[in-house]
């Protein structure tokens, strides 16, 4: 029985949670704004909607890893986000542990199953 898209979907979408707290975090350590942030993201290949960024910014905000403040720009009220001292912290244990199962995700991976391996 064939898995149904409803199911590939929900999976999709677990497995990019985490990664995308990663890429936000990695993107801030320059100073953005939401919309040049979500932009930033977009660019990279990592889409991400506002329904989404912007609780995951508060969020953070308040577990304290990112600080904001609001500025004028473009004679327009902008909110700044960057990275706290403890959002750059925990964005290098995060990076690391990023790697760490990138490399054994690639192992796993790429390892030949036993009908590819002739078993």
Request: net charge neutral; hydrophobic share 40%.
């Amino acid at each position: 029985m064939p898995i149904g898209p409803d199911i590939i979907e929900a999976l999709r979408l677990e497995l990019r949670r985490g990664t995308l707290i990663l890429a936000v975090l990695g993107t801030l350590r320059s100073e953005k704004y939401g919309y040049t942030l979500k932009a930033e993201l977009g660019e990279a290949g990592v889409d991400i909607d506002e329904g989404a960024l912007y609780p995951m910014l508060r969020r953070l905000e308040t577990q304290g890893l990112l600080t904001s403040e609001w500025r004028e720009d473009a004679k327009r009220q902008k909110r700044f986000y960057r990275l706290s001292a403890d959002g750059a912290a925990a964005l290098d244990q995060l990076t690391a542990e990023w790697r760490r199962m990138n490399g054994a995700l690639d192992s796993i991976l790429t390892r030949s199953s036993p009908k590819e391996g002739g078993q």
